[in-house]
């Protein structure tokens, strides 16, 4: 038995990373995970620029998960490069960058920069809830999804992971539309649209007004999902959204994909990420599965 | 790998005052723990995922220990929850965060250590801690329960506010200490955010160094999120914008550092 999984062609030593945002570049988490243990660490979203992101607050506890508008604060793509890759580089785990842009040109020229840079893997955010302009522009519409990835391409020489929003009507149609443009994997959920309101002193909780619900509360929203997007594409998906243990993981894998993210759970236990390596090799061996790929979106 | 989730033993709990609560609890994080840090403390209760911060009131004698005093935010809330625990269960906490009062500061000089309402606990360890020639304690309620004003007077001068004049100078902690007349060389505080504002523009106007602890909603405690950061004057170093992380760069700041 062994829980490597092969996406796009790069291989990961099992199917567990976590999701963009919740990890930073993994330097905060290393003194509570080996990040050696991970199959893959996937950073936080990087612009061509530094970006300052919303004011506060930016996050509230909801029932079950929590809702951020964070409006992916980041150091830009040079100091990325010089502090962020060098660090993961001492690990021996895949690295998935994650990629922000409020334009065509900002996404390309991240994607340019990555070019010749020891990541794996890019994973392009055109899912962010919380940024105006960008992001999700170019993830509820699939001529624009479709565009956007043909124009990343040109410019990546890592595989290229589209992340796709939950807030549309068809997931099956934006991963439809993402594969057509030529992307090598999909990744979801990002979070989803909602709002919360203090109703003692009448205002938003959040600055921006909105912001994404993510946490164990939307794991059975991501989970059709995934099933939805799988059954769509050829090319493999990466599920996340309210990963809380093992089992909401194997749950992601027997639904369509071939890997896994952790999120927000990473708040509420920093260590989850191991654990649930070890609870998926235990569900492995208890139910005779040689693979993750015998595994994967066989709940039909 | 040097840090852990781990299970923190409740020692005892006590009510305080009208929704002030004190808790001390054993741990080994309580071995490195120093005045100003915050610890993560968790619920039991599955639908909050997210950990409480709260400041360290006090560090054991034997450093195997916490005492952490703090407010119920409301029905339902965790905060609530923590406060109907008892001596002998366990609470998953992270502990110690953030980084503390600059001590050396104060060695030699005239020192206000001040705090209000919930921001007073974290200024008793400090009170206990801080070496300086002149130790003037101020401290603001909102009434007549003032919460640990008796551990106070055994560190030092105090002098207390309240809001509604029952106790003290009636006002701010502004009010007690153009009142009393005092003076000082440098600031301690932590307390709520116009306290801070009017706290800063003080020191600004004596020109004295100011060290505030800020709170704000945060998510994870270690830096990861960027949910609780503050506003920098200059660019910071970590986040290559104008944004300071409270949880891992604070939450003490010095005051003229922060834009507040």
Redesign the interface.
């Known amino acids: 038995m062994n829980m490597r999984v092969e996406i796009a062609g790069v291989e990961w030593k099992n199917p567990v990373t976590v999701a963009s945002g919740t990890f930073g570049s993994g330097a905060e988490f290393e003194e509570f995970v080996d990040l050696n243990r991970l199959g893959a660490v996937t950073t936080k979203g990087v612009a061509n620029i530094p970006w300052e992101g919303n004011p506060t607050p930016r996050v509230a506890e909801t029932y079950g998960g929590m809702m951020n508008a964070v409006g992916l604060q980041n150091p830009g793509i040079e100091l990325f490069c010089e502090r962020d890759i060098p660090f993961l580089k001492q690990y021996d785990t895949r690295i998935v960058v994650n990629v922000c842009g409020k334009s065509e040109e900002d996404y390309c020229e991240v994607a340019e920069r990555l070019a010749d840079e020891p990541v794996d893997m890019l994973e392009i955010n055109i899912s962010c809830p919380n940024v105006k302009e960008g992001g999700i522009a170019f993830g509820q519409n699939p001529k624009a999804a479709e565009e956007i990835t043909k124009a990343v391409k040109r410019y990546a020489k890592q595989p290229v992971i589209m992340k796709l929003s939950p807030n549309v009507t068809s997931i099956a149609e934006m991963a439809k539309a993402v594969e057509a443009g030529g992307a090598d994997a999909v990744s979801l959920i990002n979070t989803i649209t909602g709002m919360k309101i203090d109703v003692h002193r009448r205002r938003f909780i959040l600055a921006n007004k909105t912001g994404g619900v993510s946490g164990p509360a939307i794991h059975p929203i991501a989970v059709r999902m995934v099933y939805e997007a799988a059954h769509a594409v050829k090319i493999p998906v990466i599920g996340m959204g309210g990963i809380a243990g093992a089992e909401d993981a194997v749950e992601m894998i027997l639904a369509g994909a071939s890997a896994v993210s952790v999120g927000t759970m990473n708040f509420h236990n920093p260590m989850i990420t191991m654990e649930i390596v070890d609870g998926i090799e235990s569900y492995m061996k208890r139910y005779g599965f040689e693979s993750i790929a015998d595994m994967v979106g066989i709940v039909e | 790998?040097?840090?852990?989730?781990e299970k923190a033993v409740i020692v005892s709990q006590e009510r305080l005052a009208e929704g002030i609560f004190s808790m001390w609890l054993k741990l080994r994080g309580a071995e490195k723990a120093v005045p100003g840090q915050f610890i993560s403390m968790?619920t039991r209760d599955?639908?909050?995922?997210?950990?409480r911060p709260i400041s360290i009131c006090e560090i054991g004698k034997d450093r195997e220990s916490l005492r952490v005093v703090y407010r119920v935010t409301g029905t339902g809330t965790g905060t609530e929850q923590f406060s109907q625990m008892k001596a002998g269960e366990e609470i998953s906490v992270?502990a110690p965060l953030g980084n503390g009062f600059p001590l050396e500061e104060a060695v030699g000089k005239r020192v206000f250590l001040v705090g209000g309402g919930i921001g007073v606990p974290p200024i008793l360890e400090l009170s206990k801690k801080i070496v300086c020639k002149e130790k003037q304690i101020i401290v603001g309620y909102r009434d007549s329960e003032t919460f640990l004003k008796k551990e106070f007077e055994k560190n030092g001068k105090v002098y207390i506010s309240t809001e509604d004049g029952s106790l003290g100078t009636k006002g701010n902690v502004l009010d007690a200490i153009r009142e009393n007349g005092l003076h000082a060389d440098v600031i301690y505080a932590c307390g709520p955010m116009p306290m801070l504002k009017a706290l800063k523009q003080y020191a600004q106007e004596k020109r004295l160094p100011c060290y505030i602890s800020l709170e704000?909603?945060?998510?994870?405690?270690?830096?990861?999120?960027?949910?609780?950061?503050?506003r920098s004057v200059s660019k910071d170093s970590?986040?290559?914008?104008?944004?300071k992380r409270i949880c891992?760069d604070g939450p003490v700041f010095l005051a003229s550092e922060v834009d507040i």
């Open positions: 790998m040097s840090r852990e989730k968790y599955e639908s909050k995922l997210l950990p992270i704000e909603r945060m998510a994870c405690g270690i830096g990861a999120c960027l949910g609780c950061v503050c970590h986040s290559n914008v104008n944004n891992k």
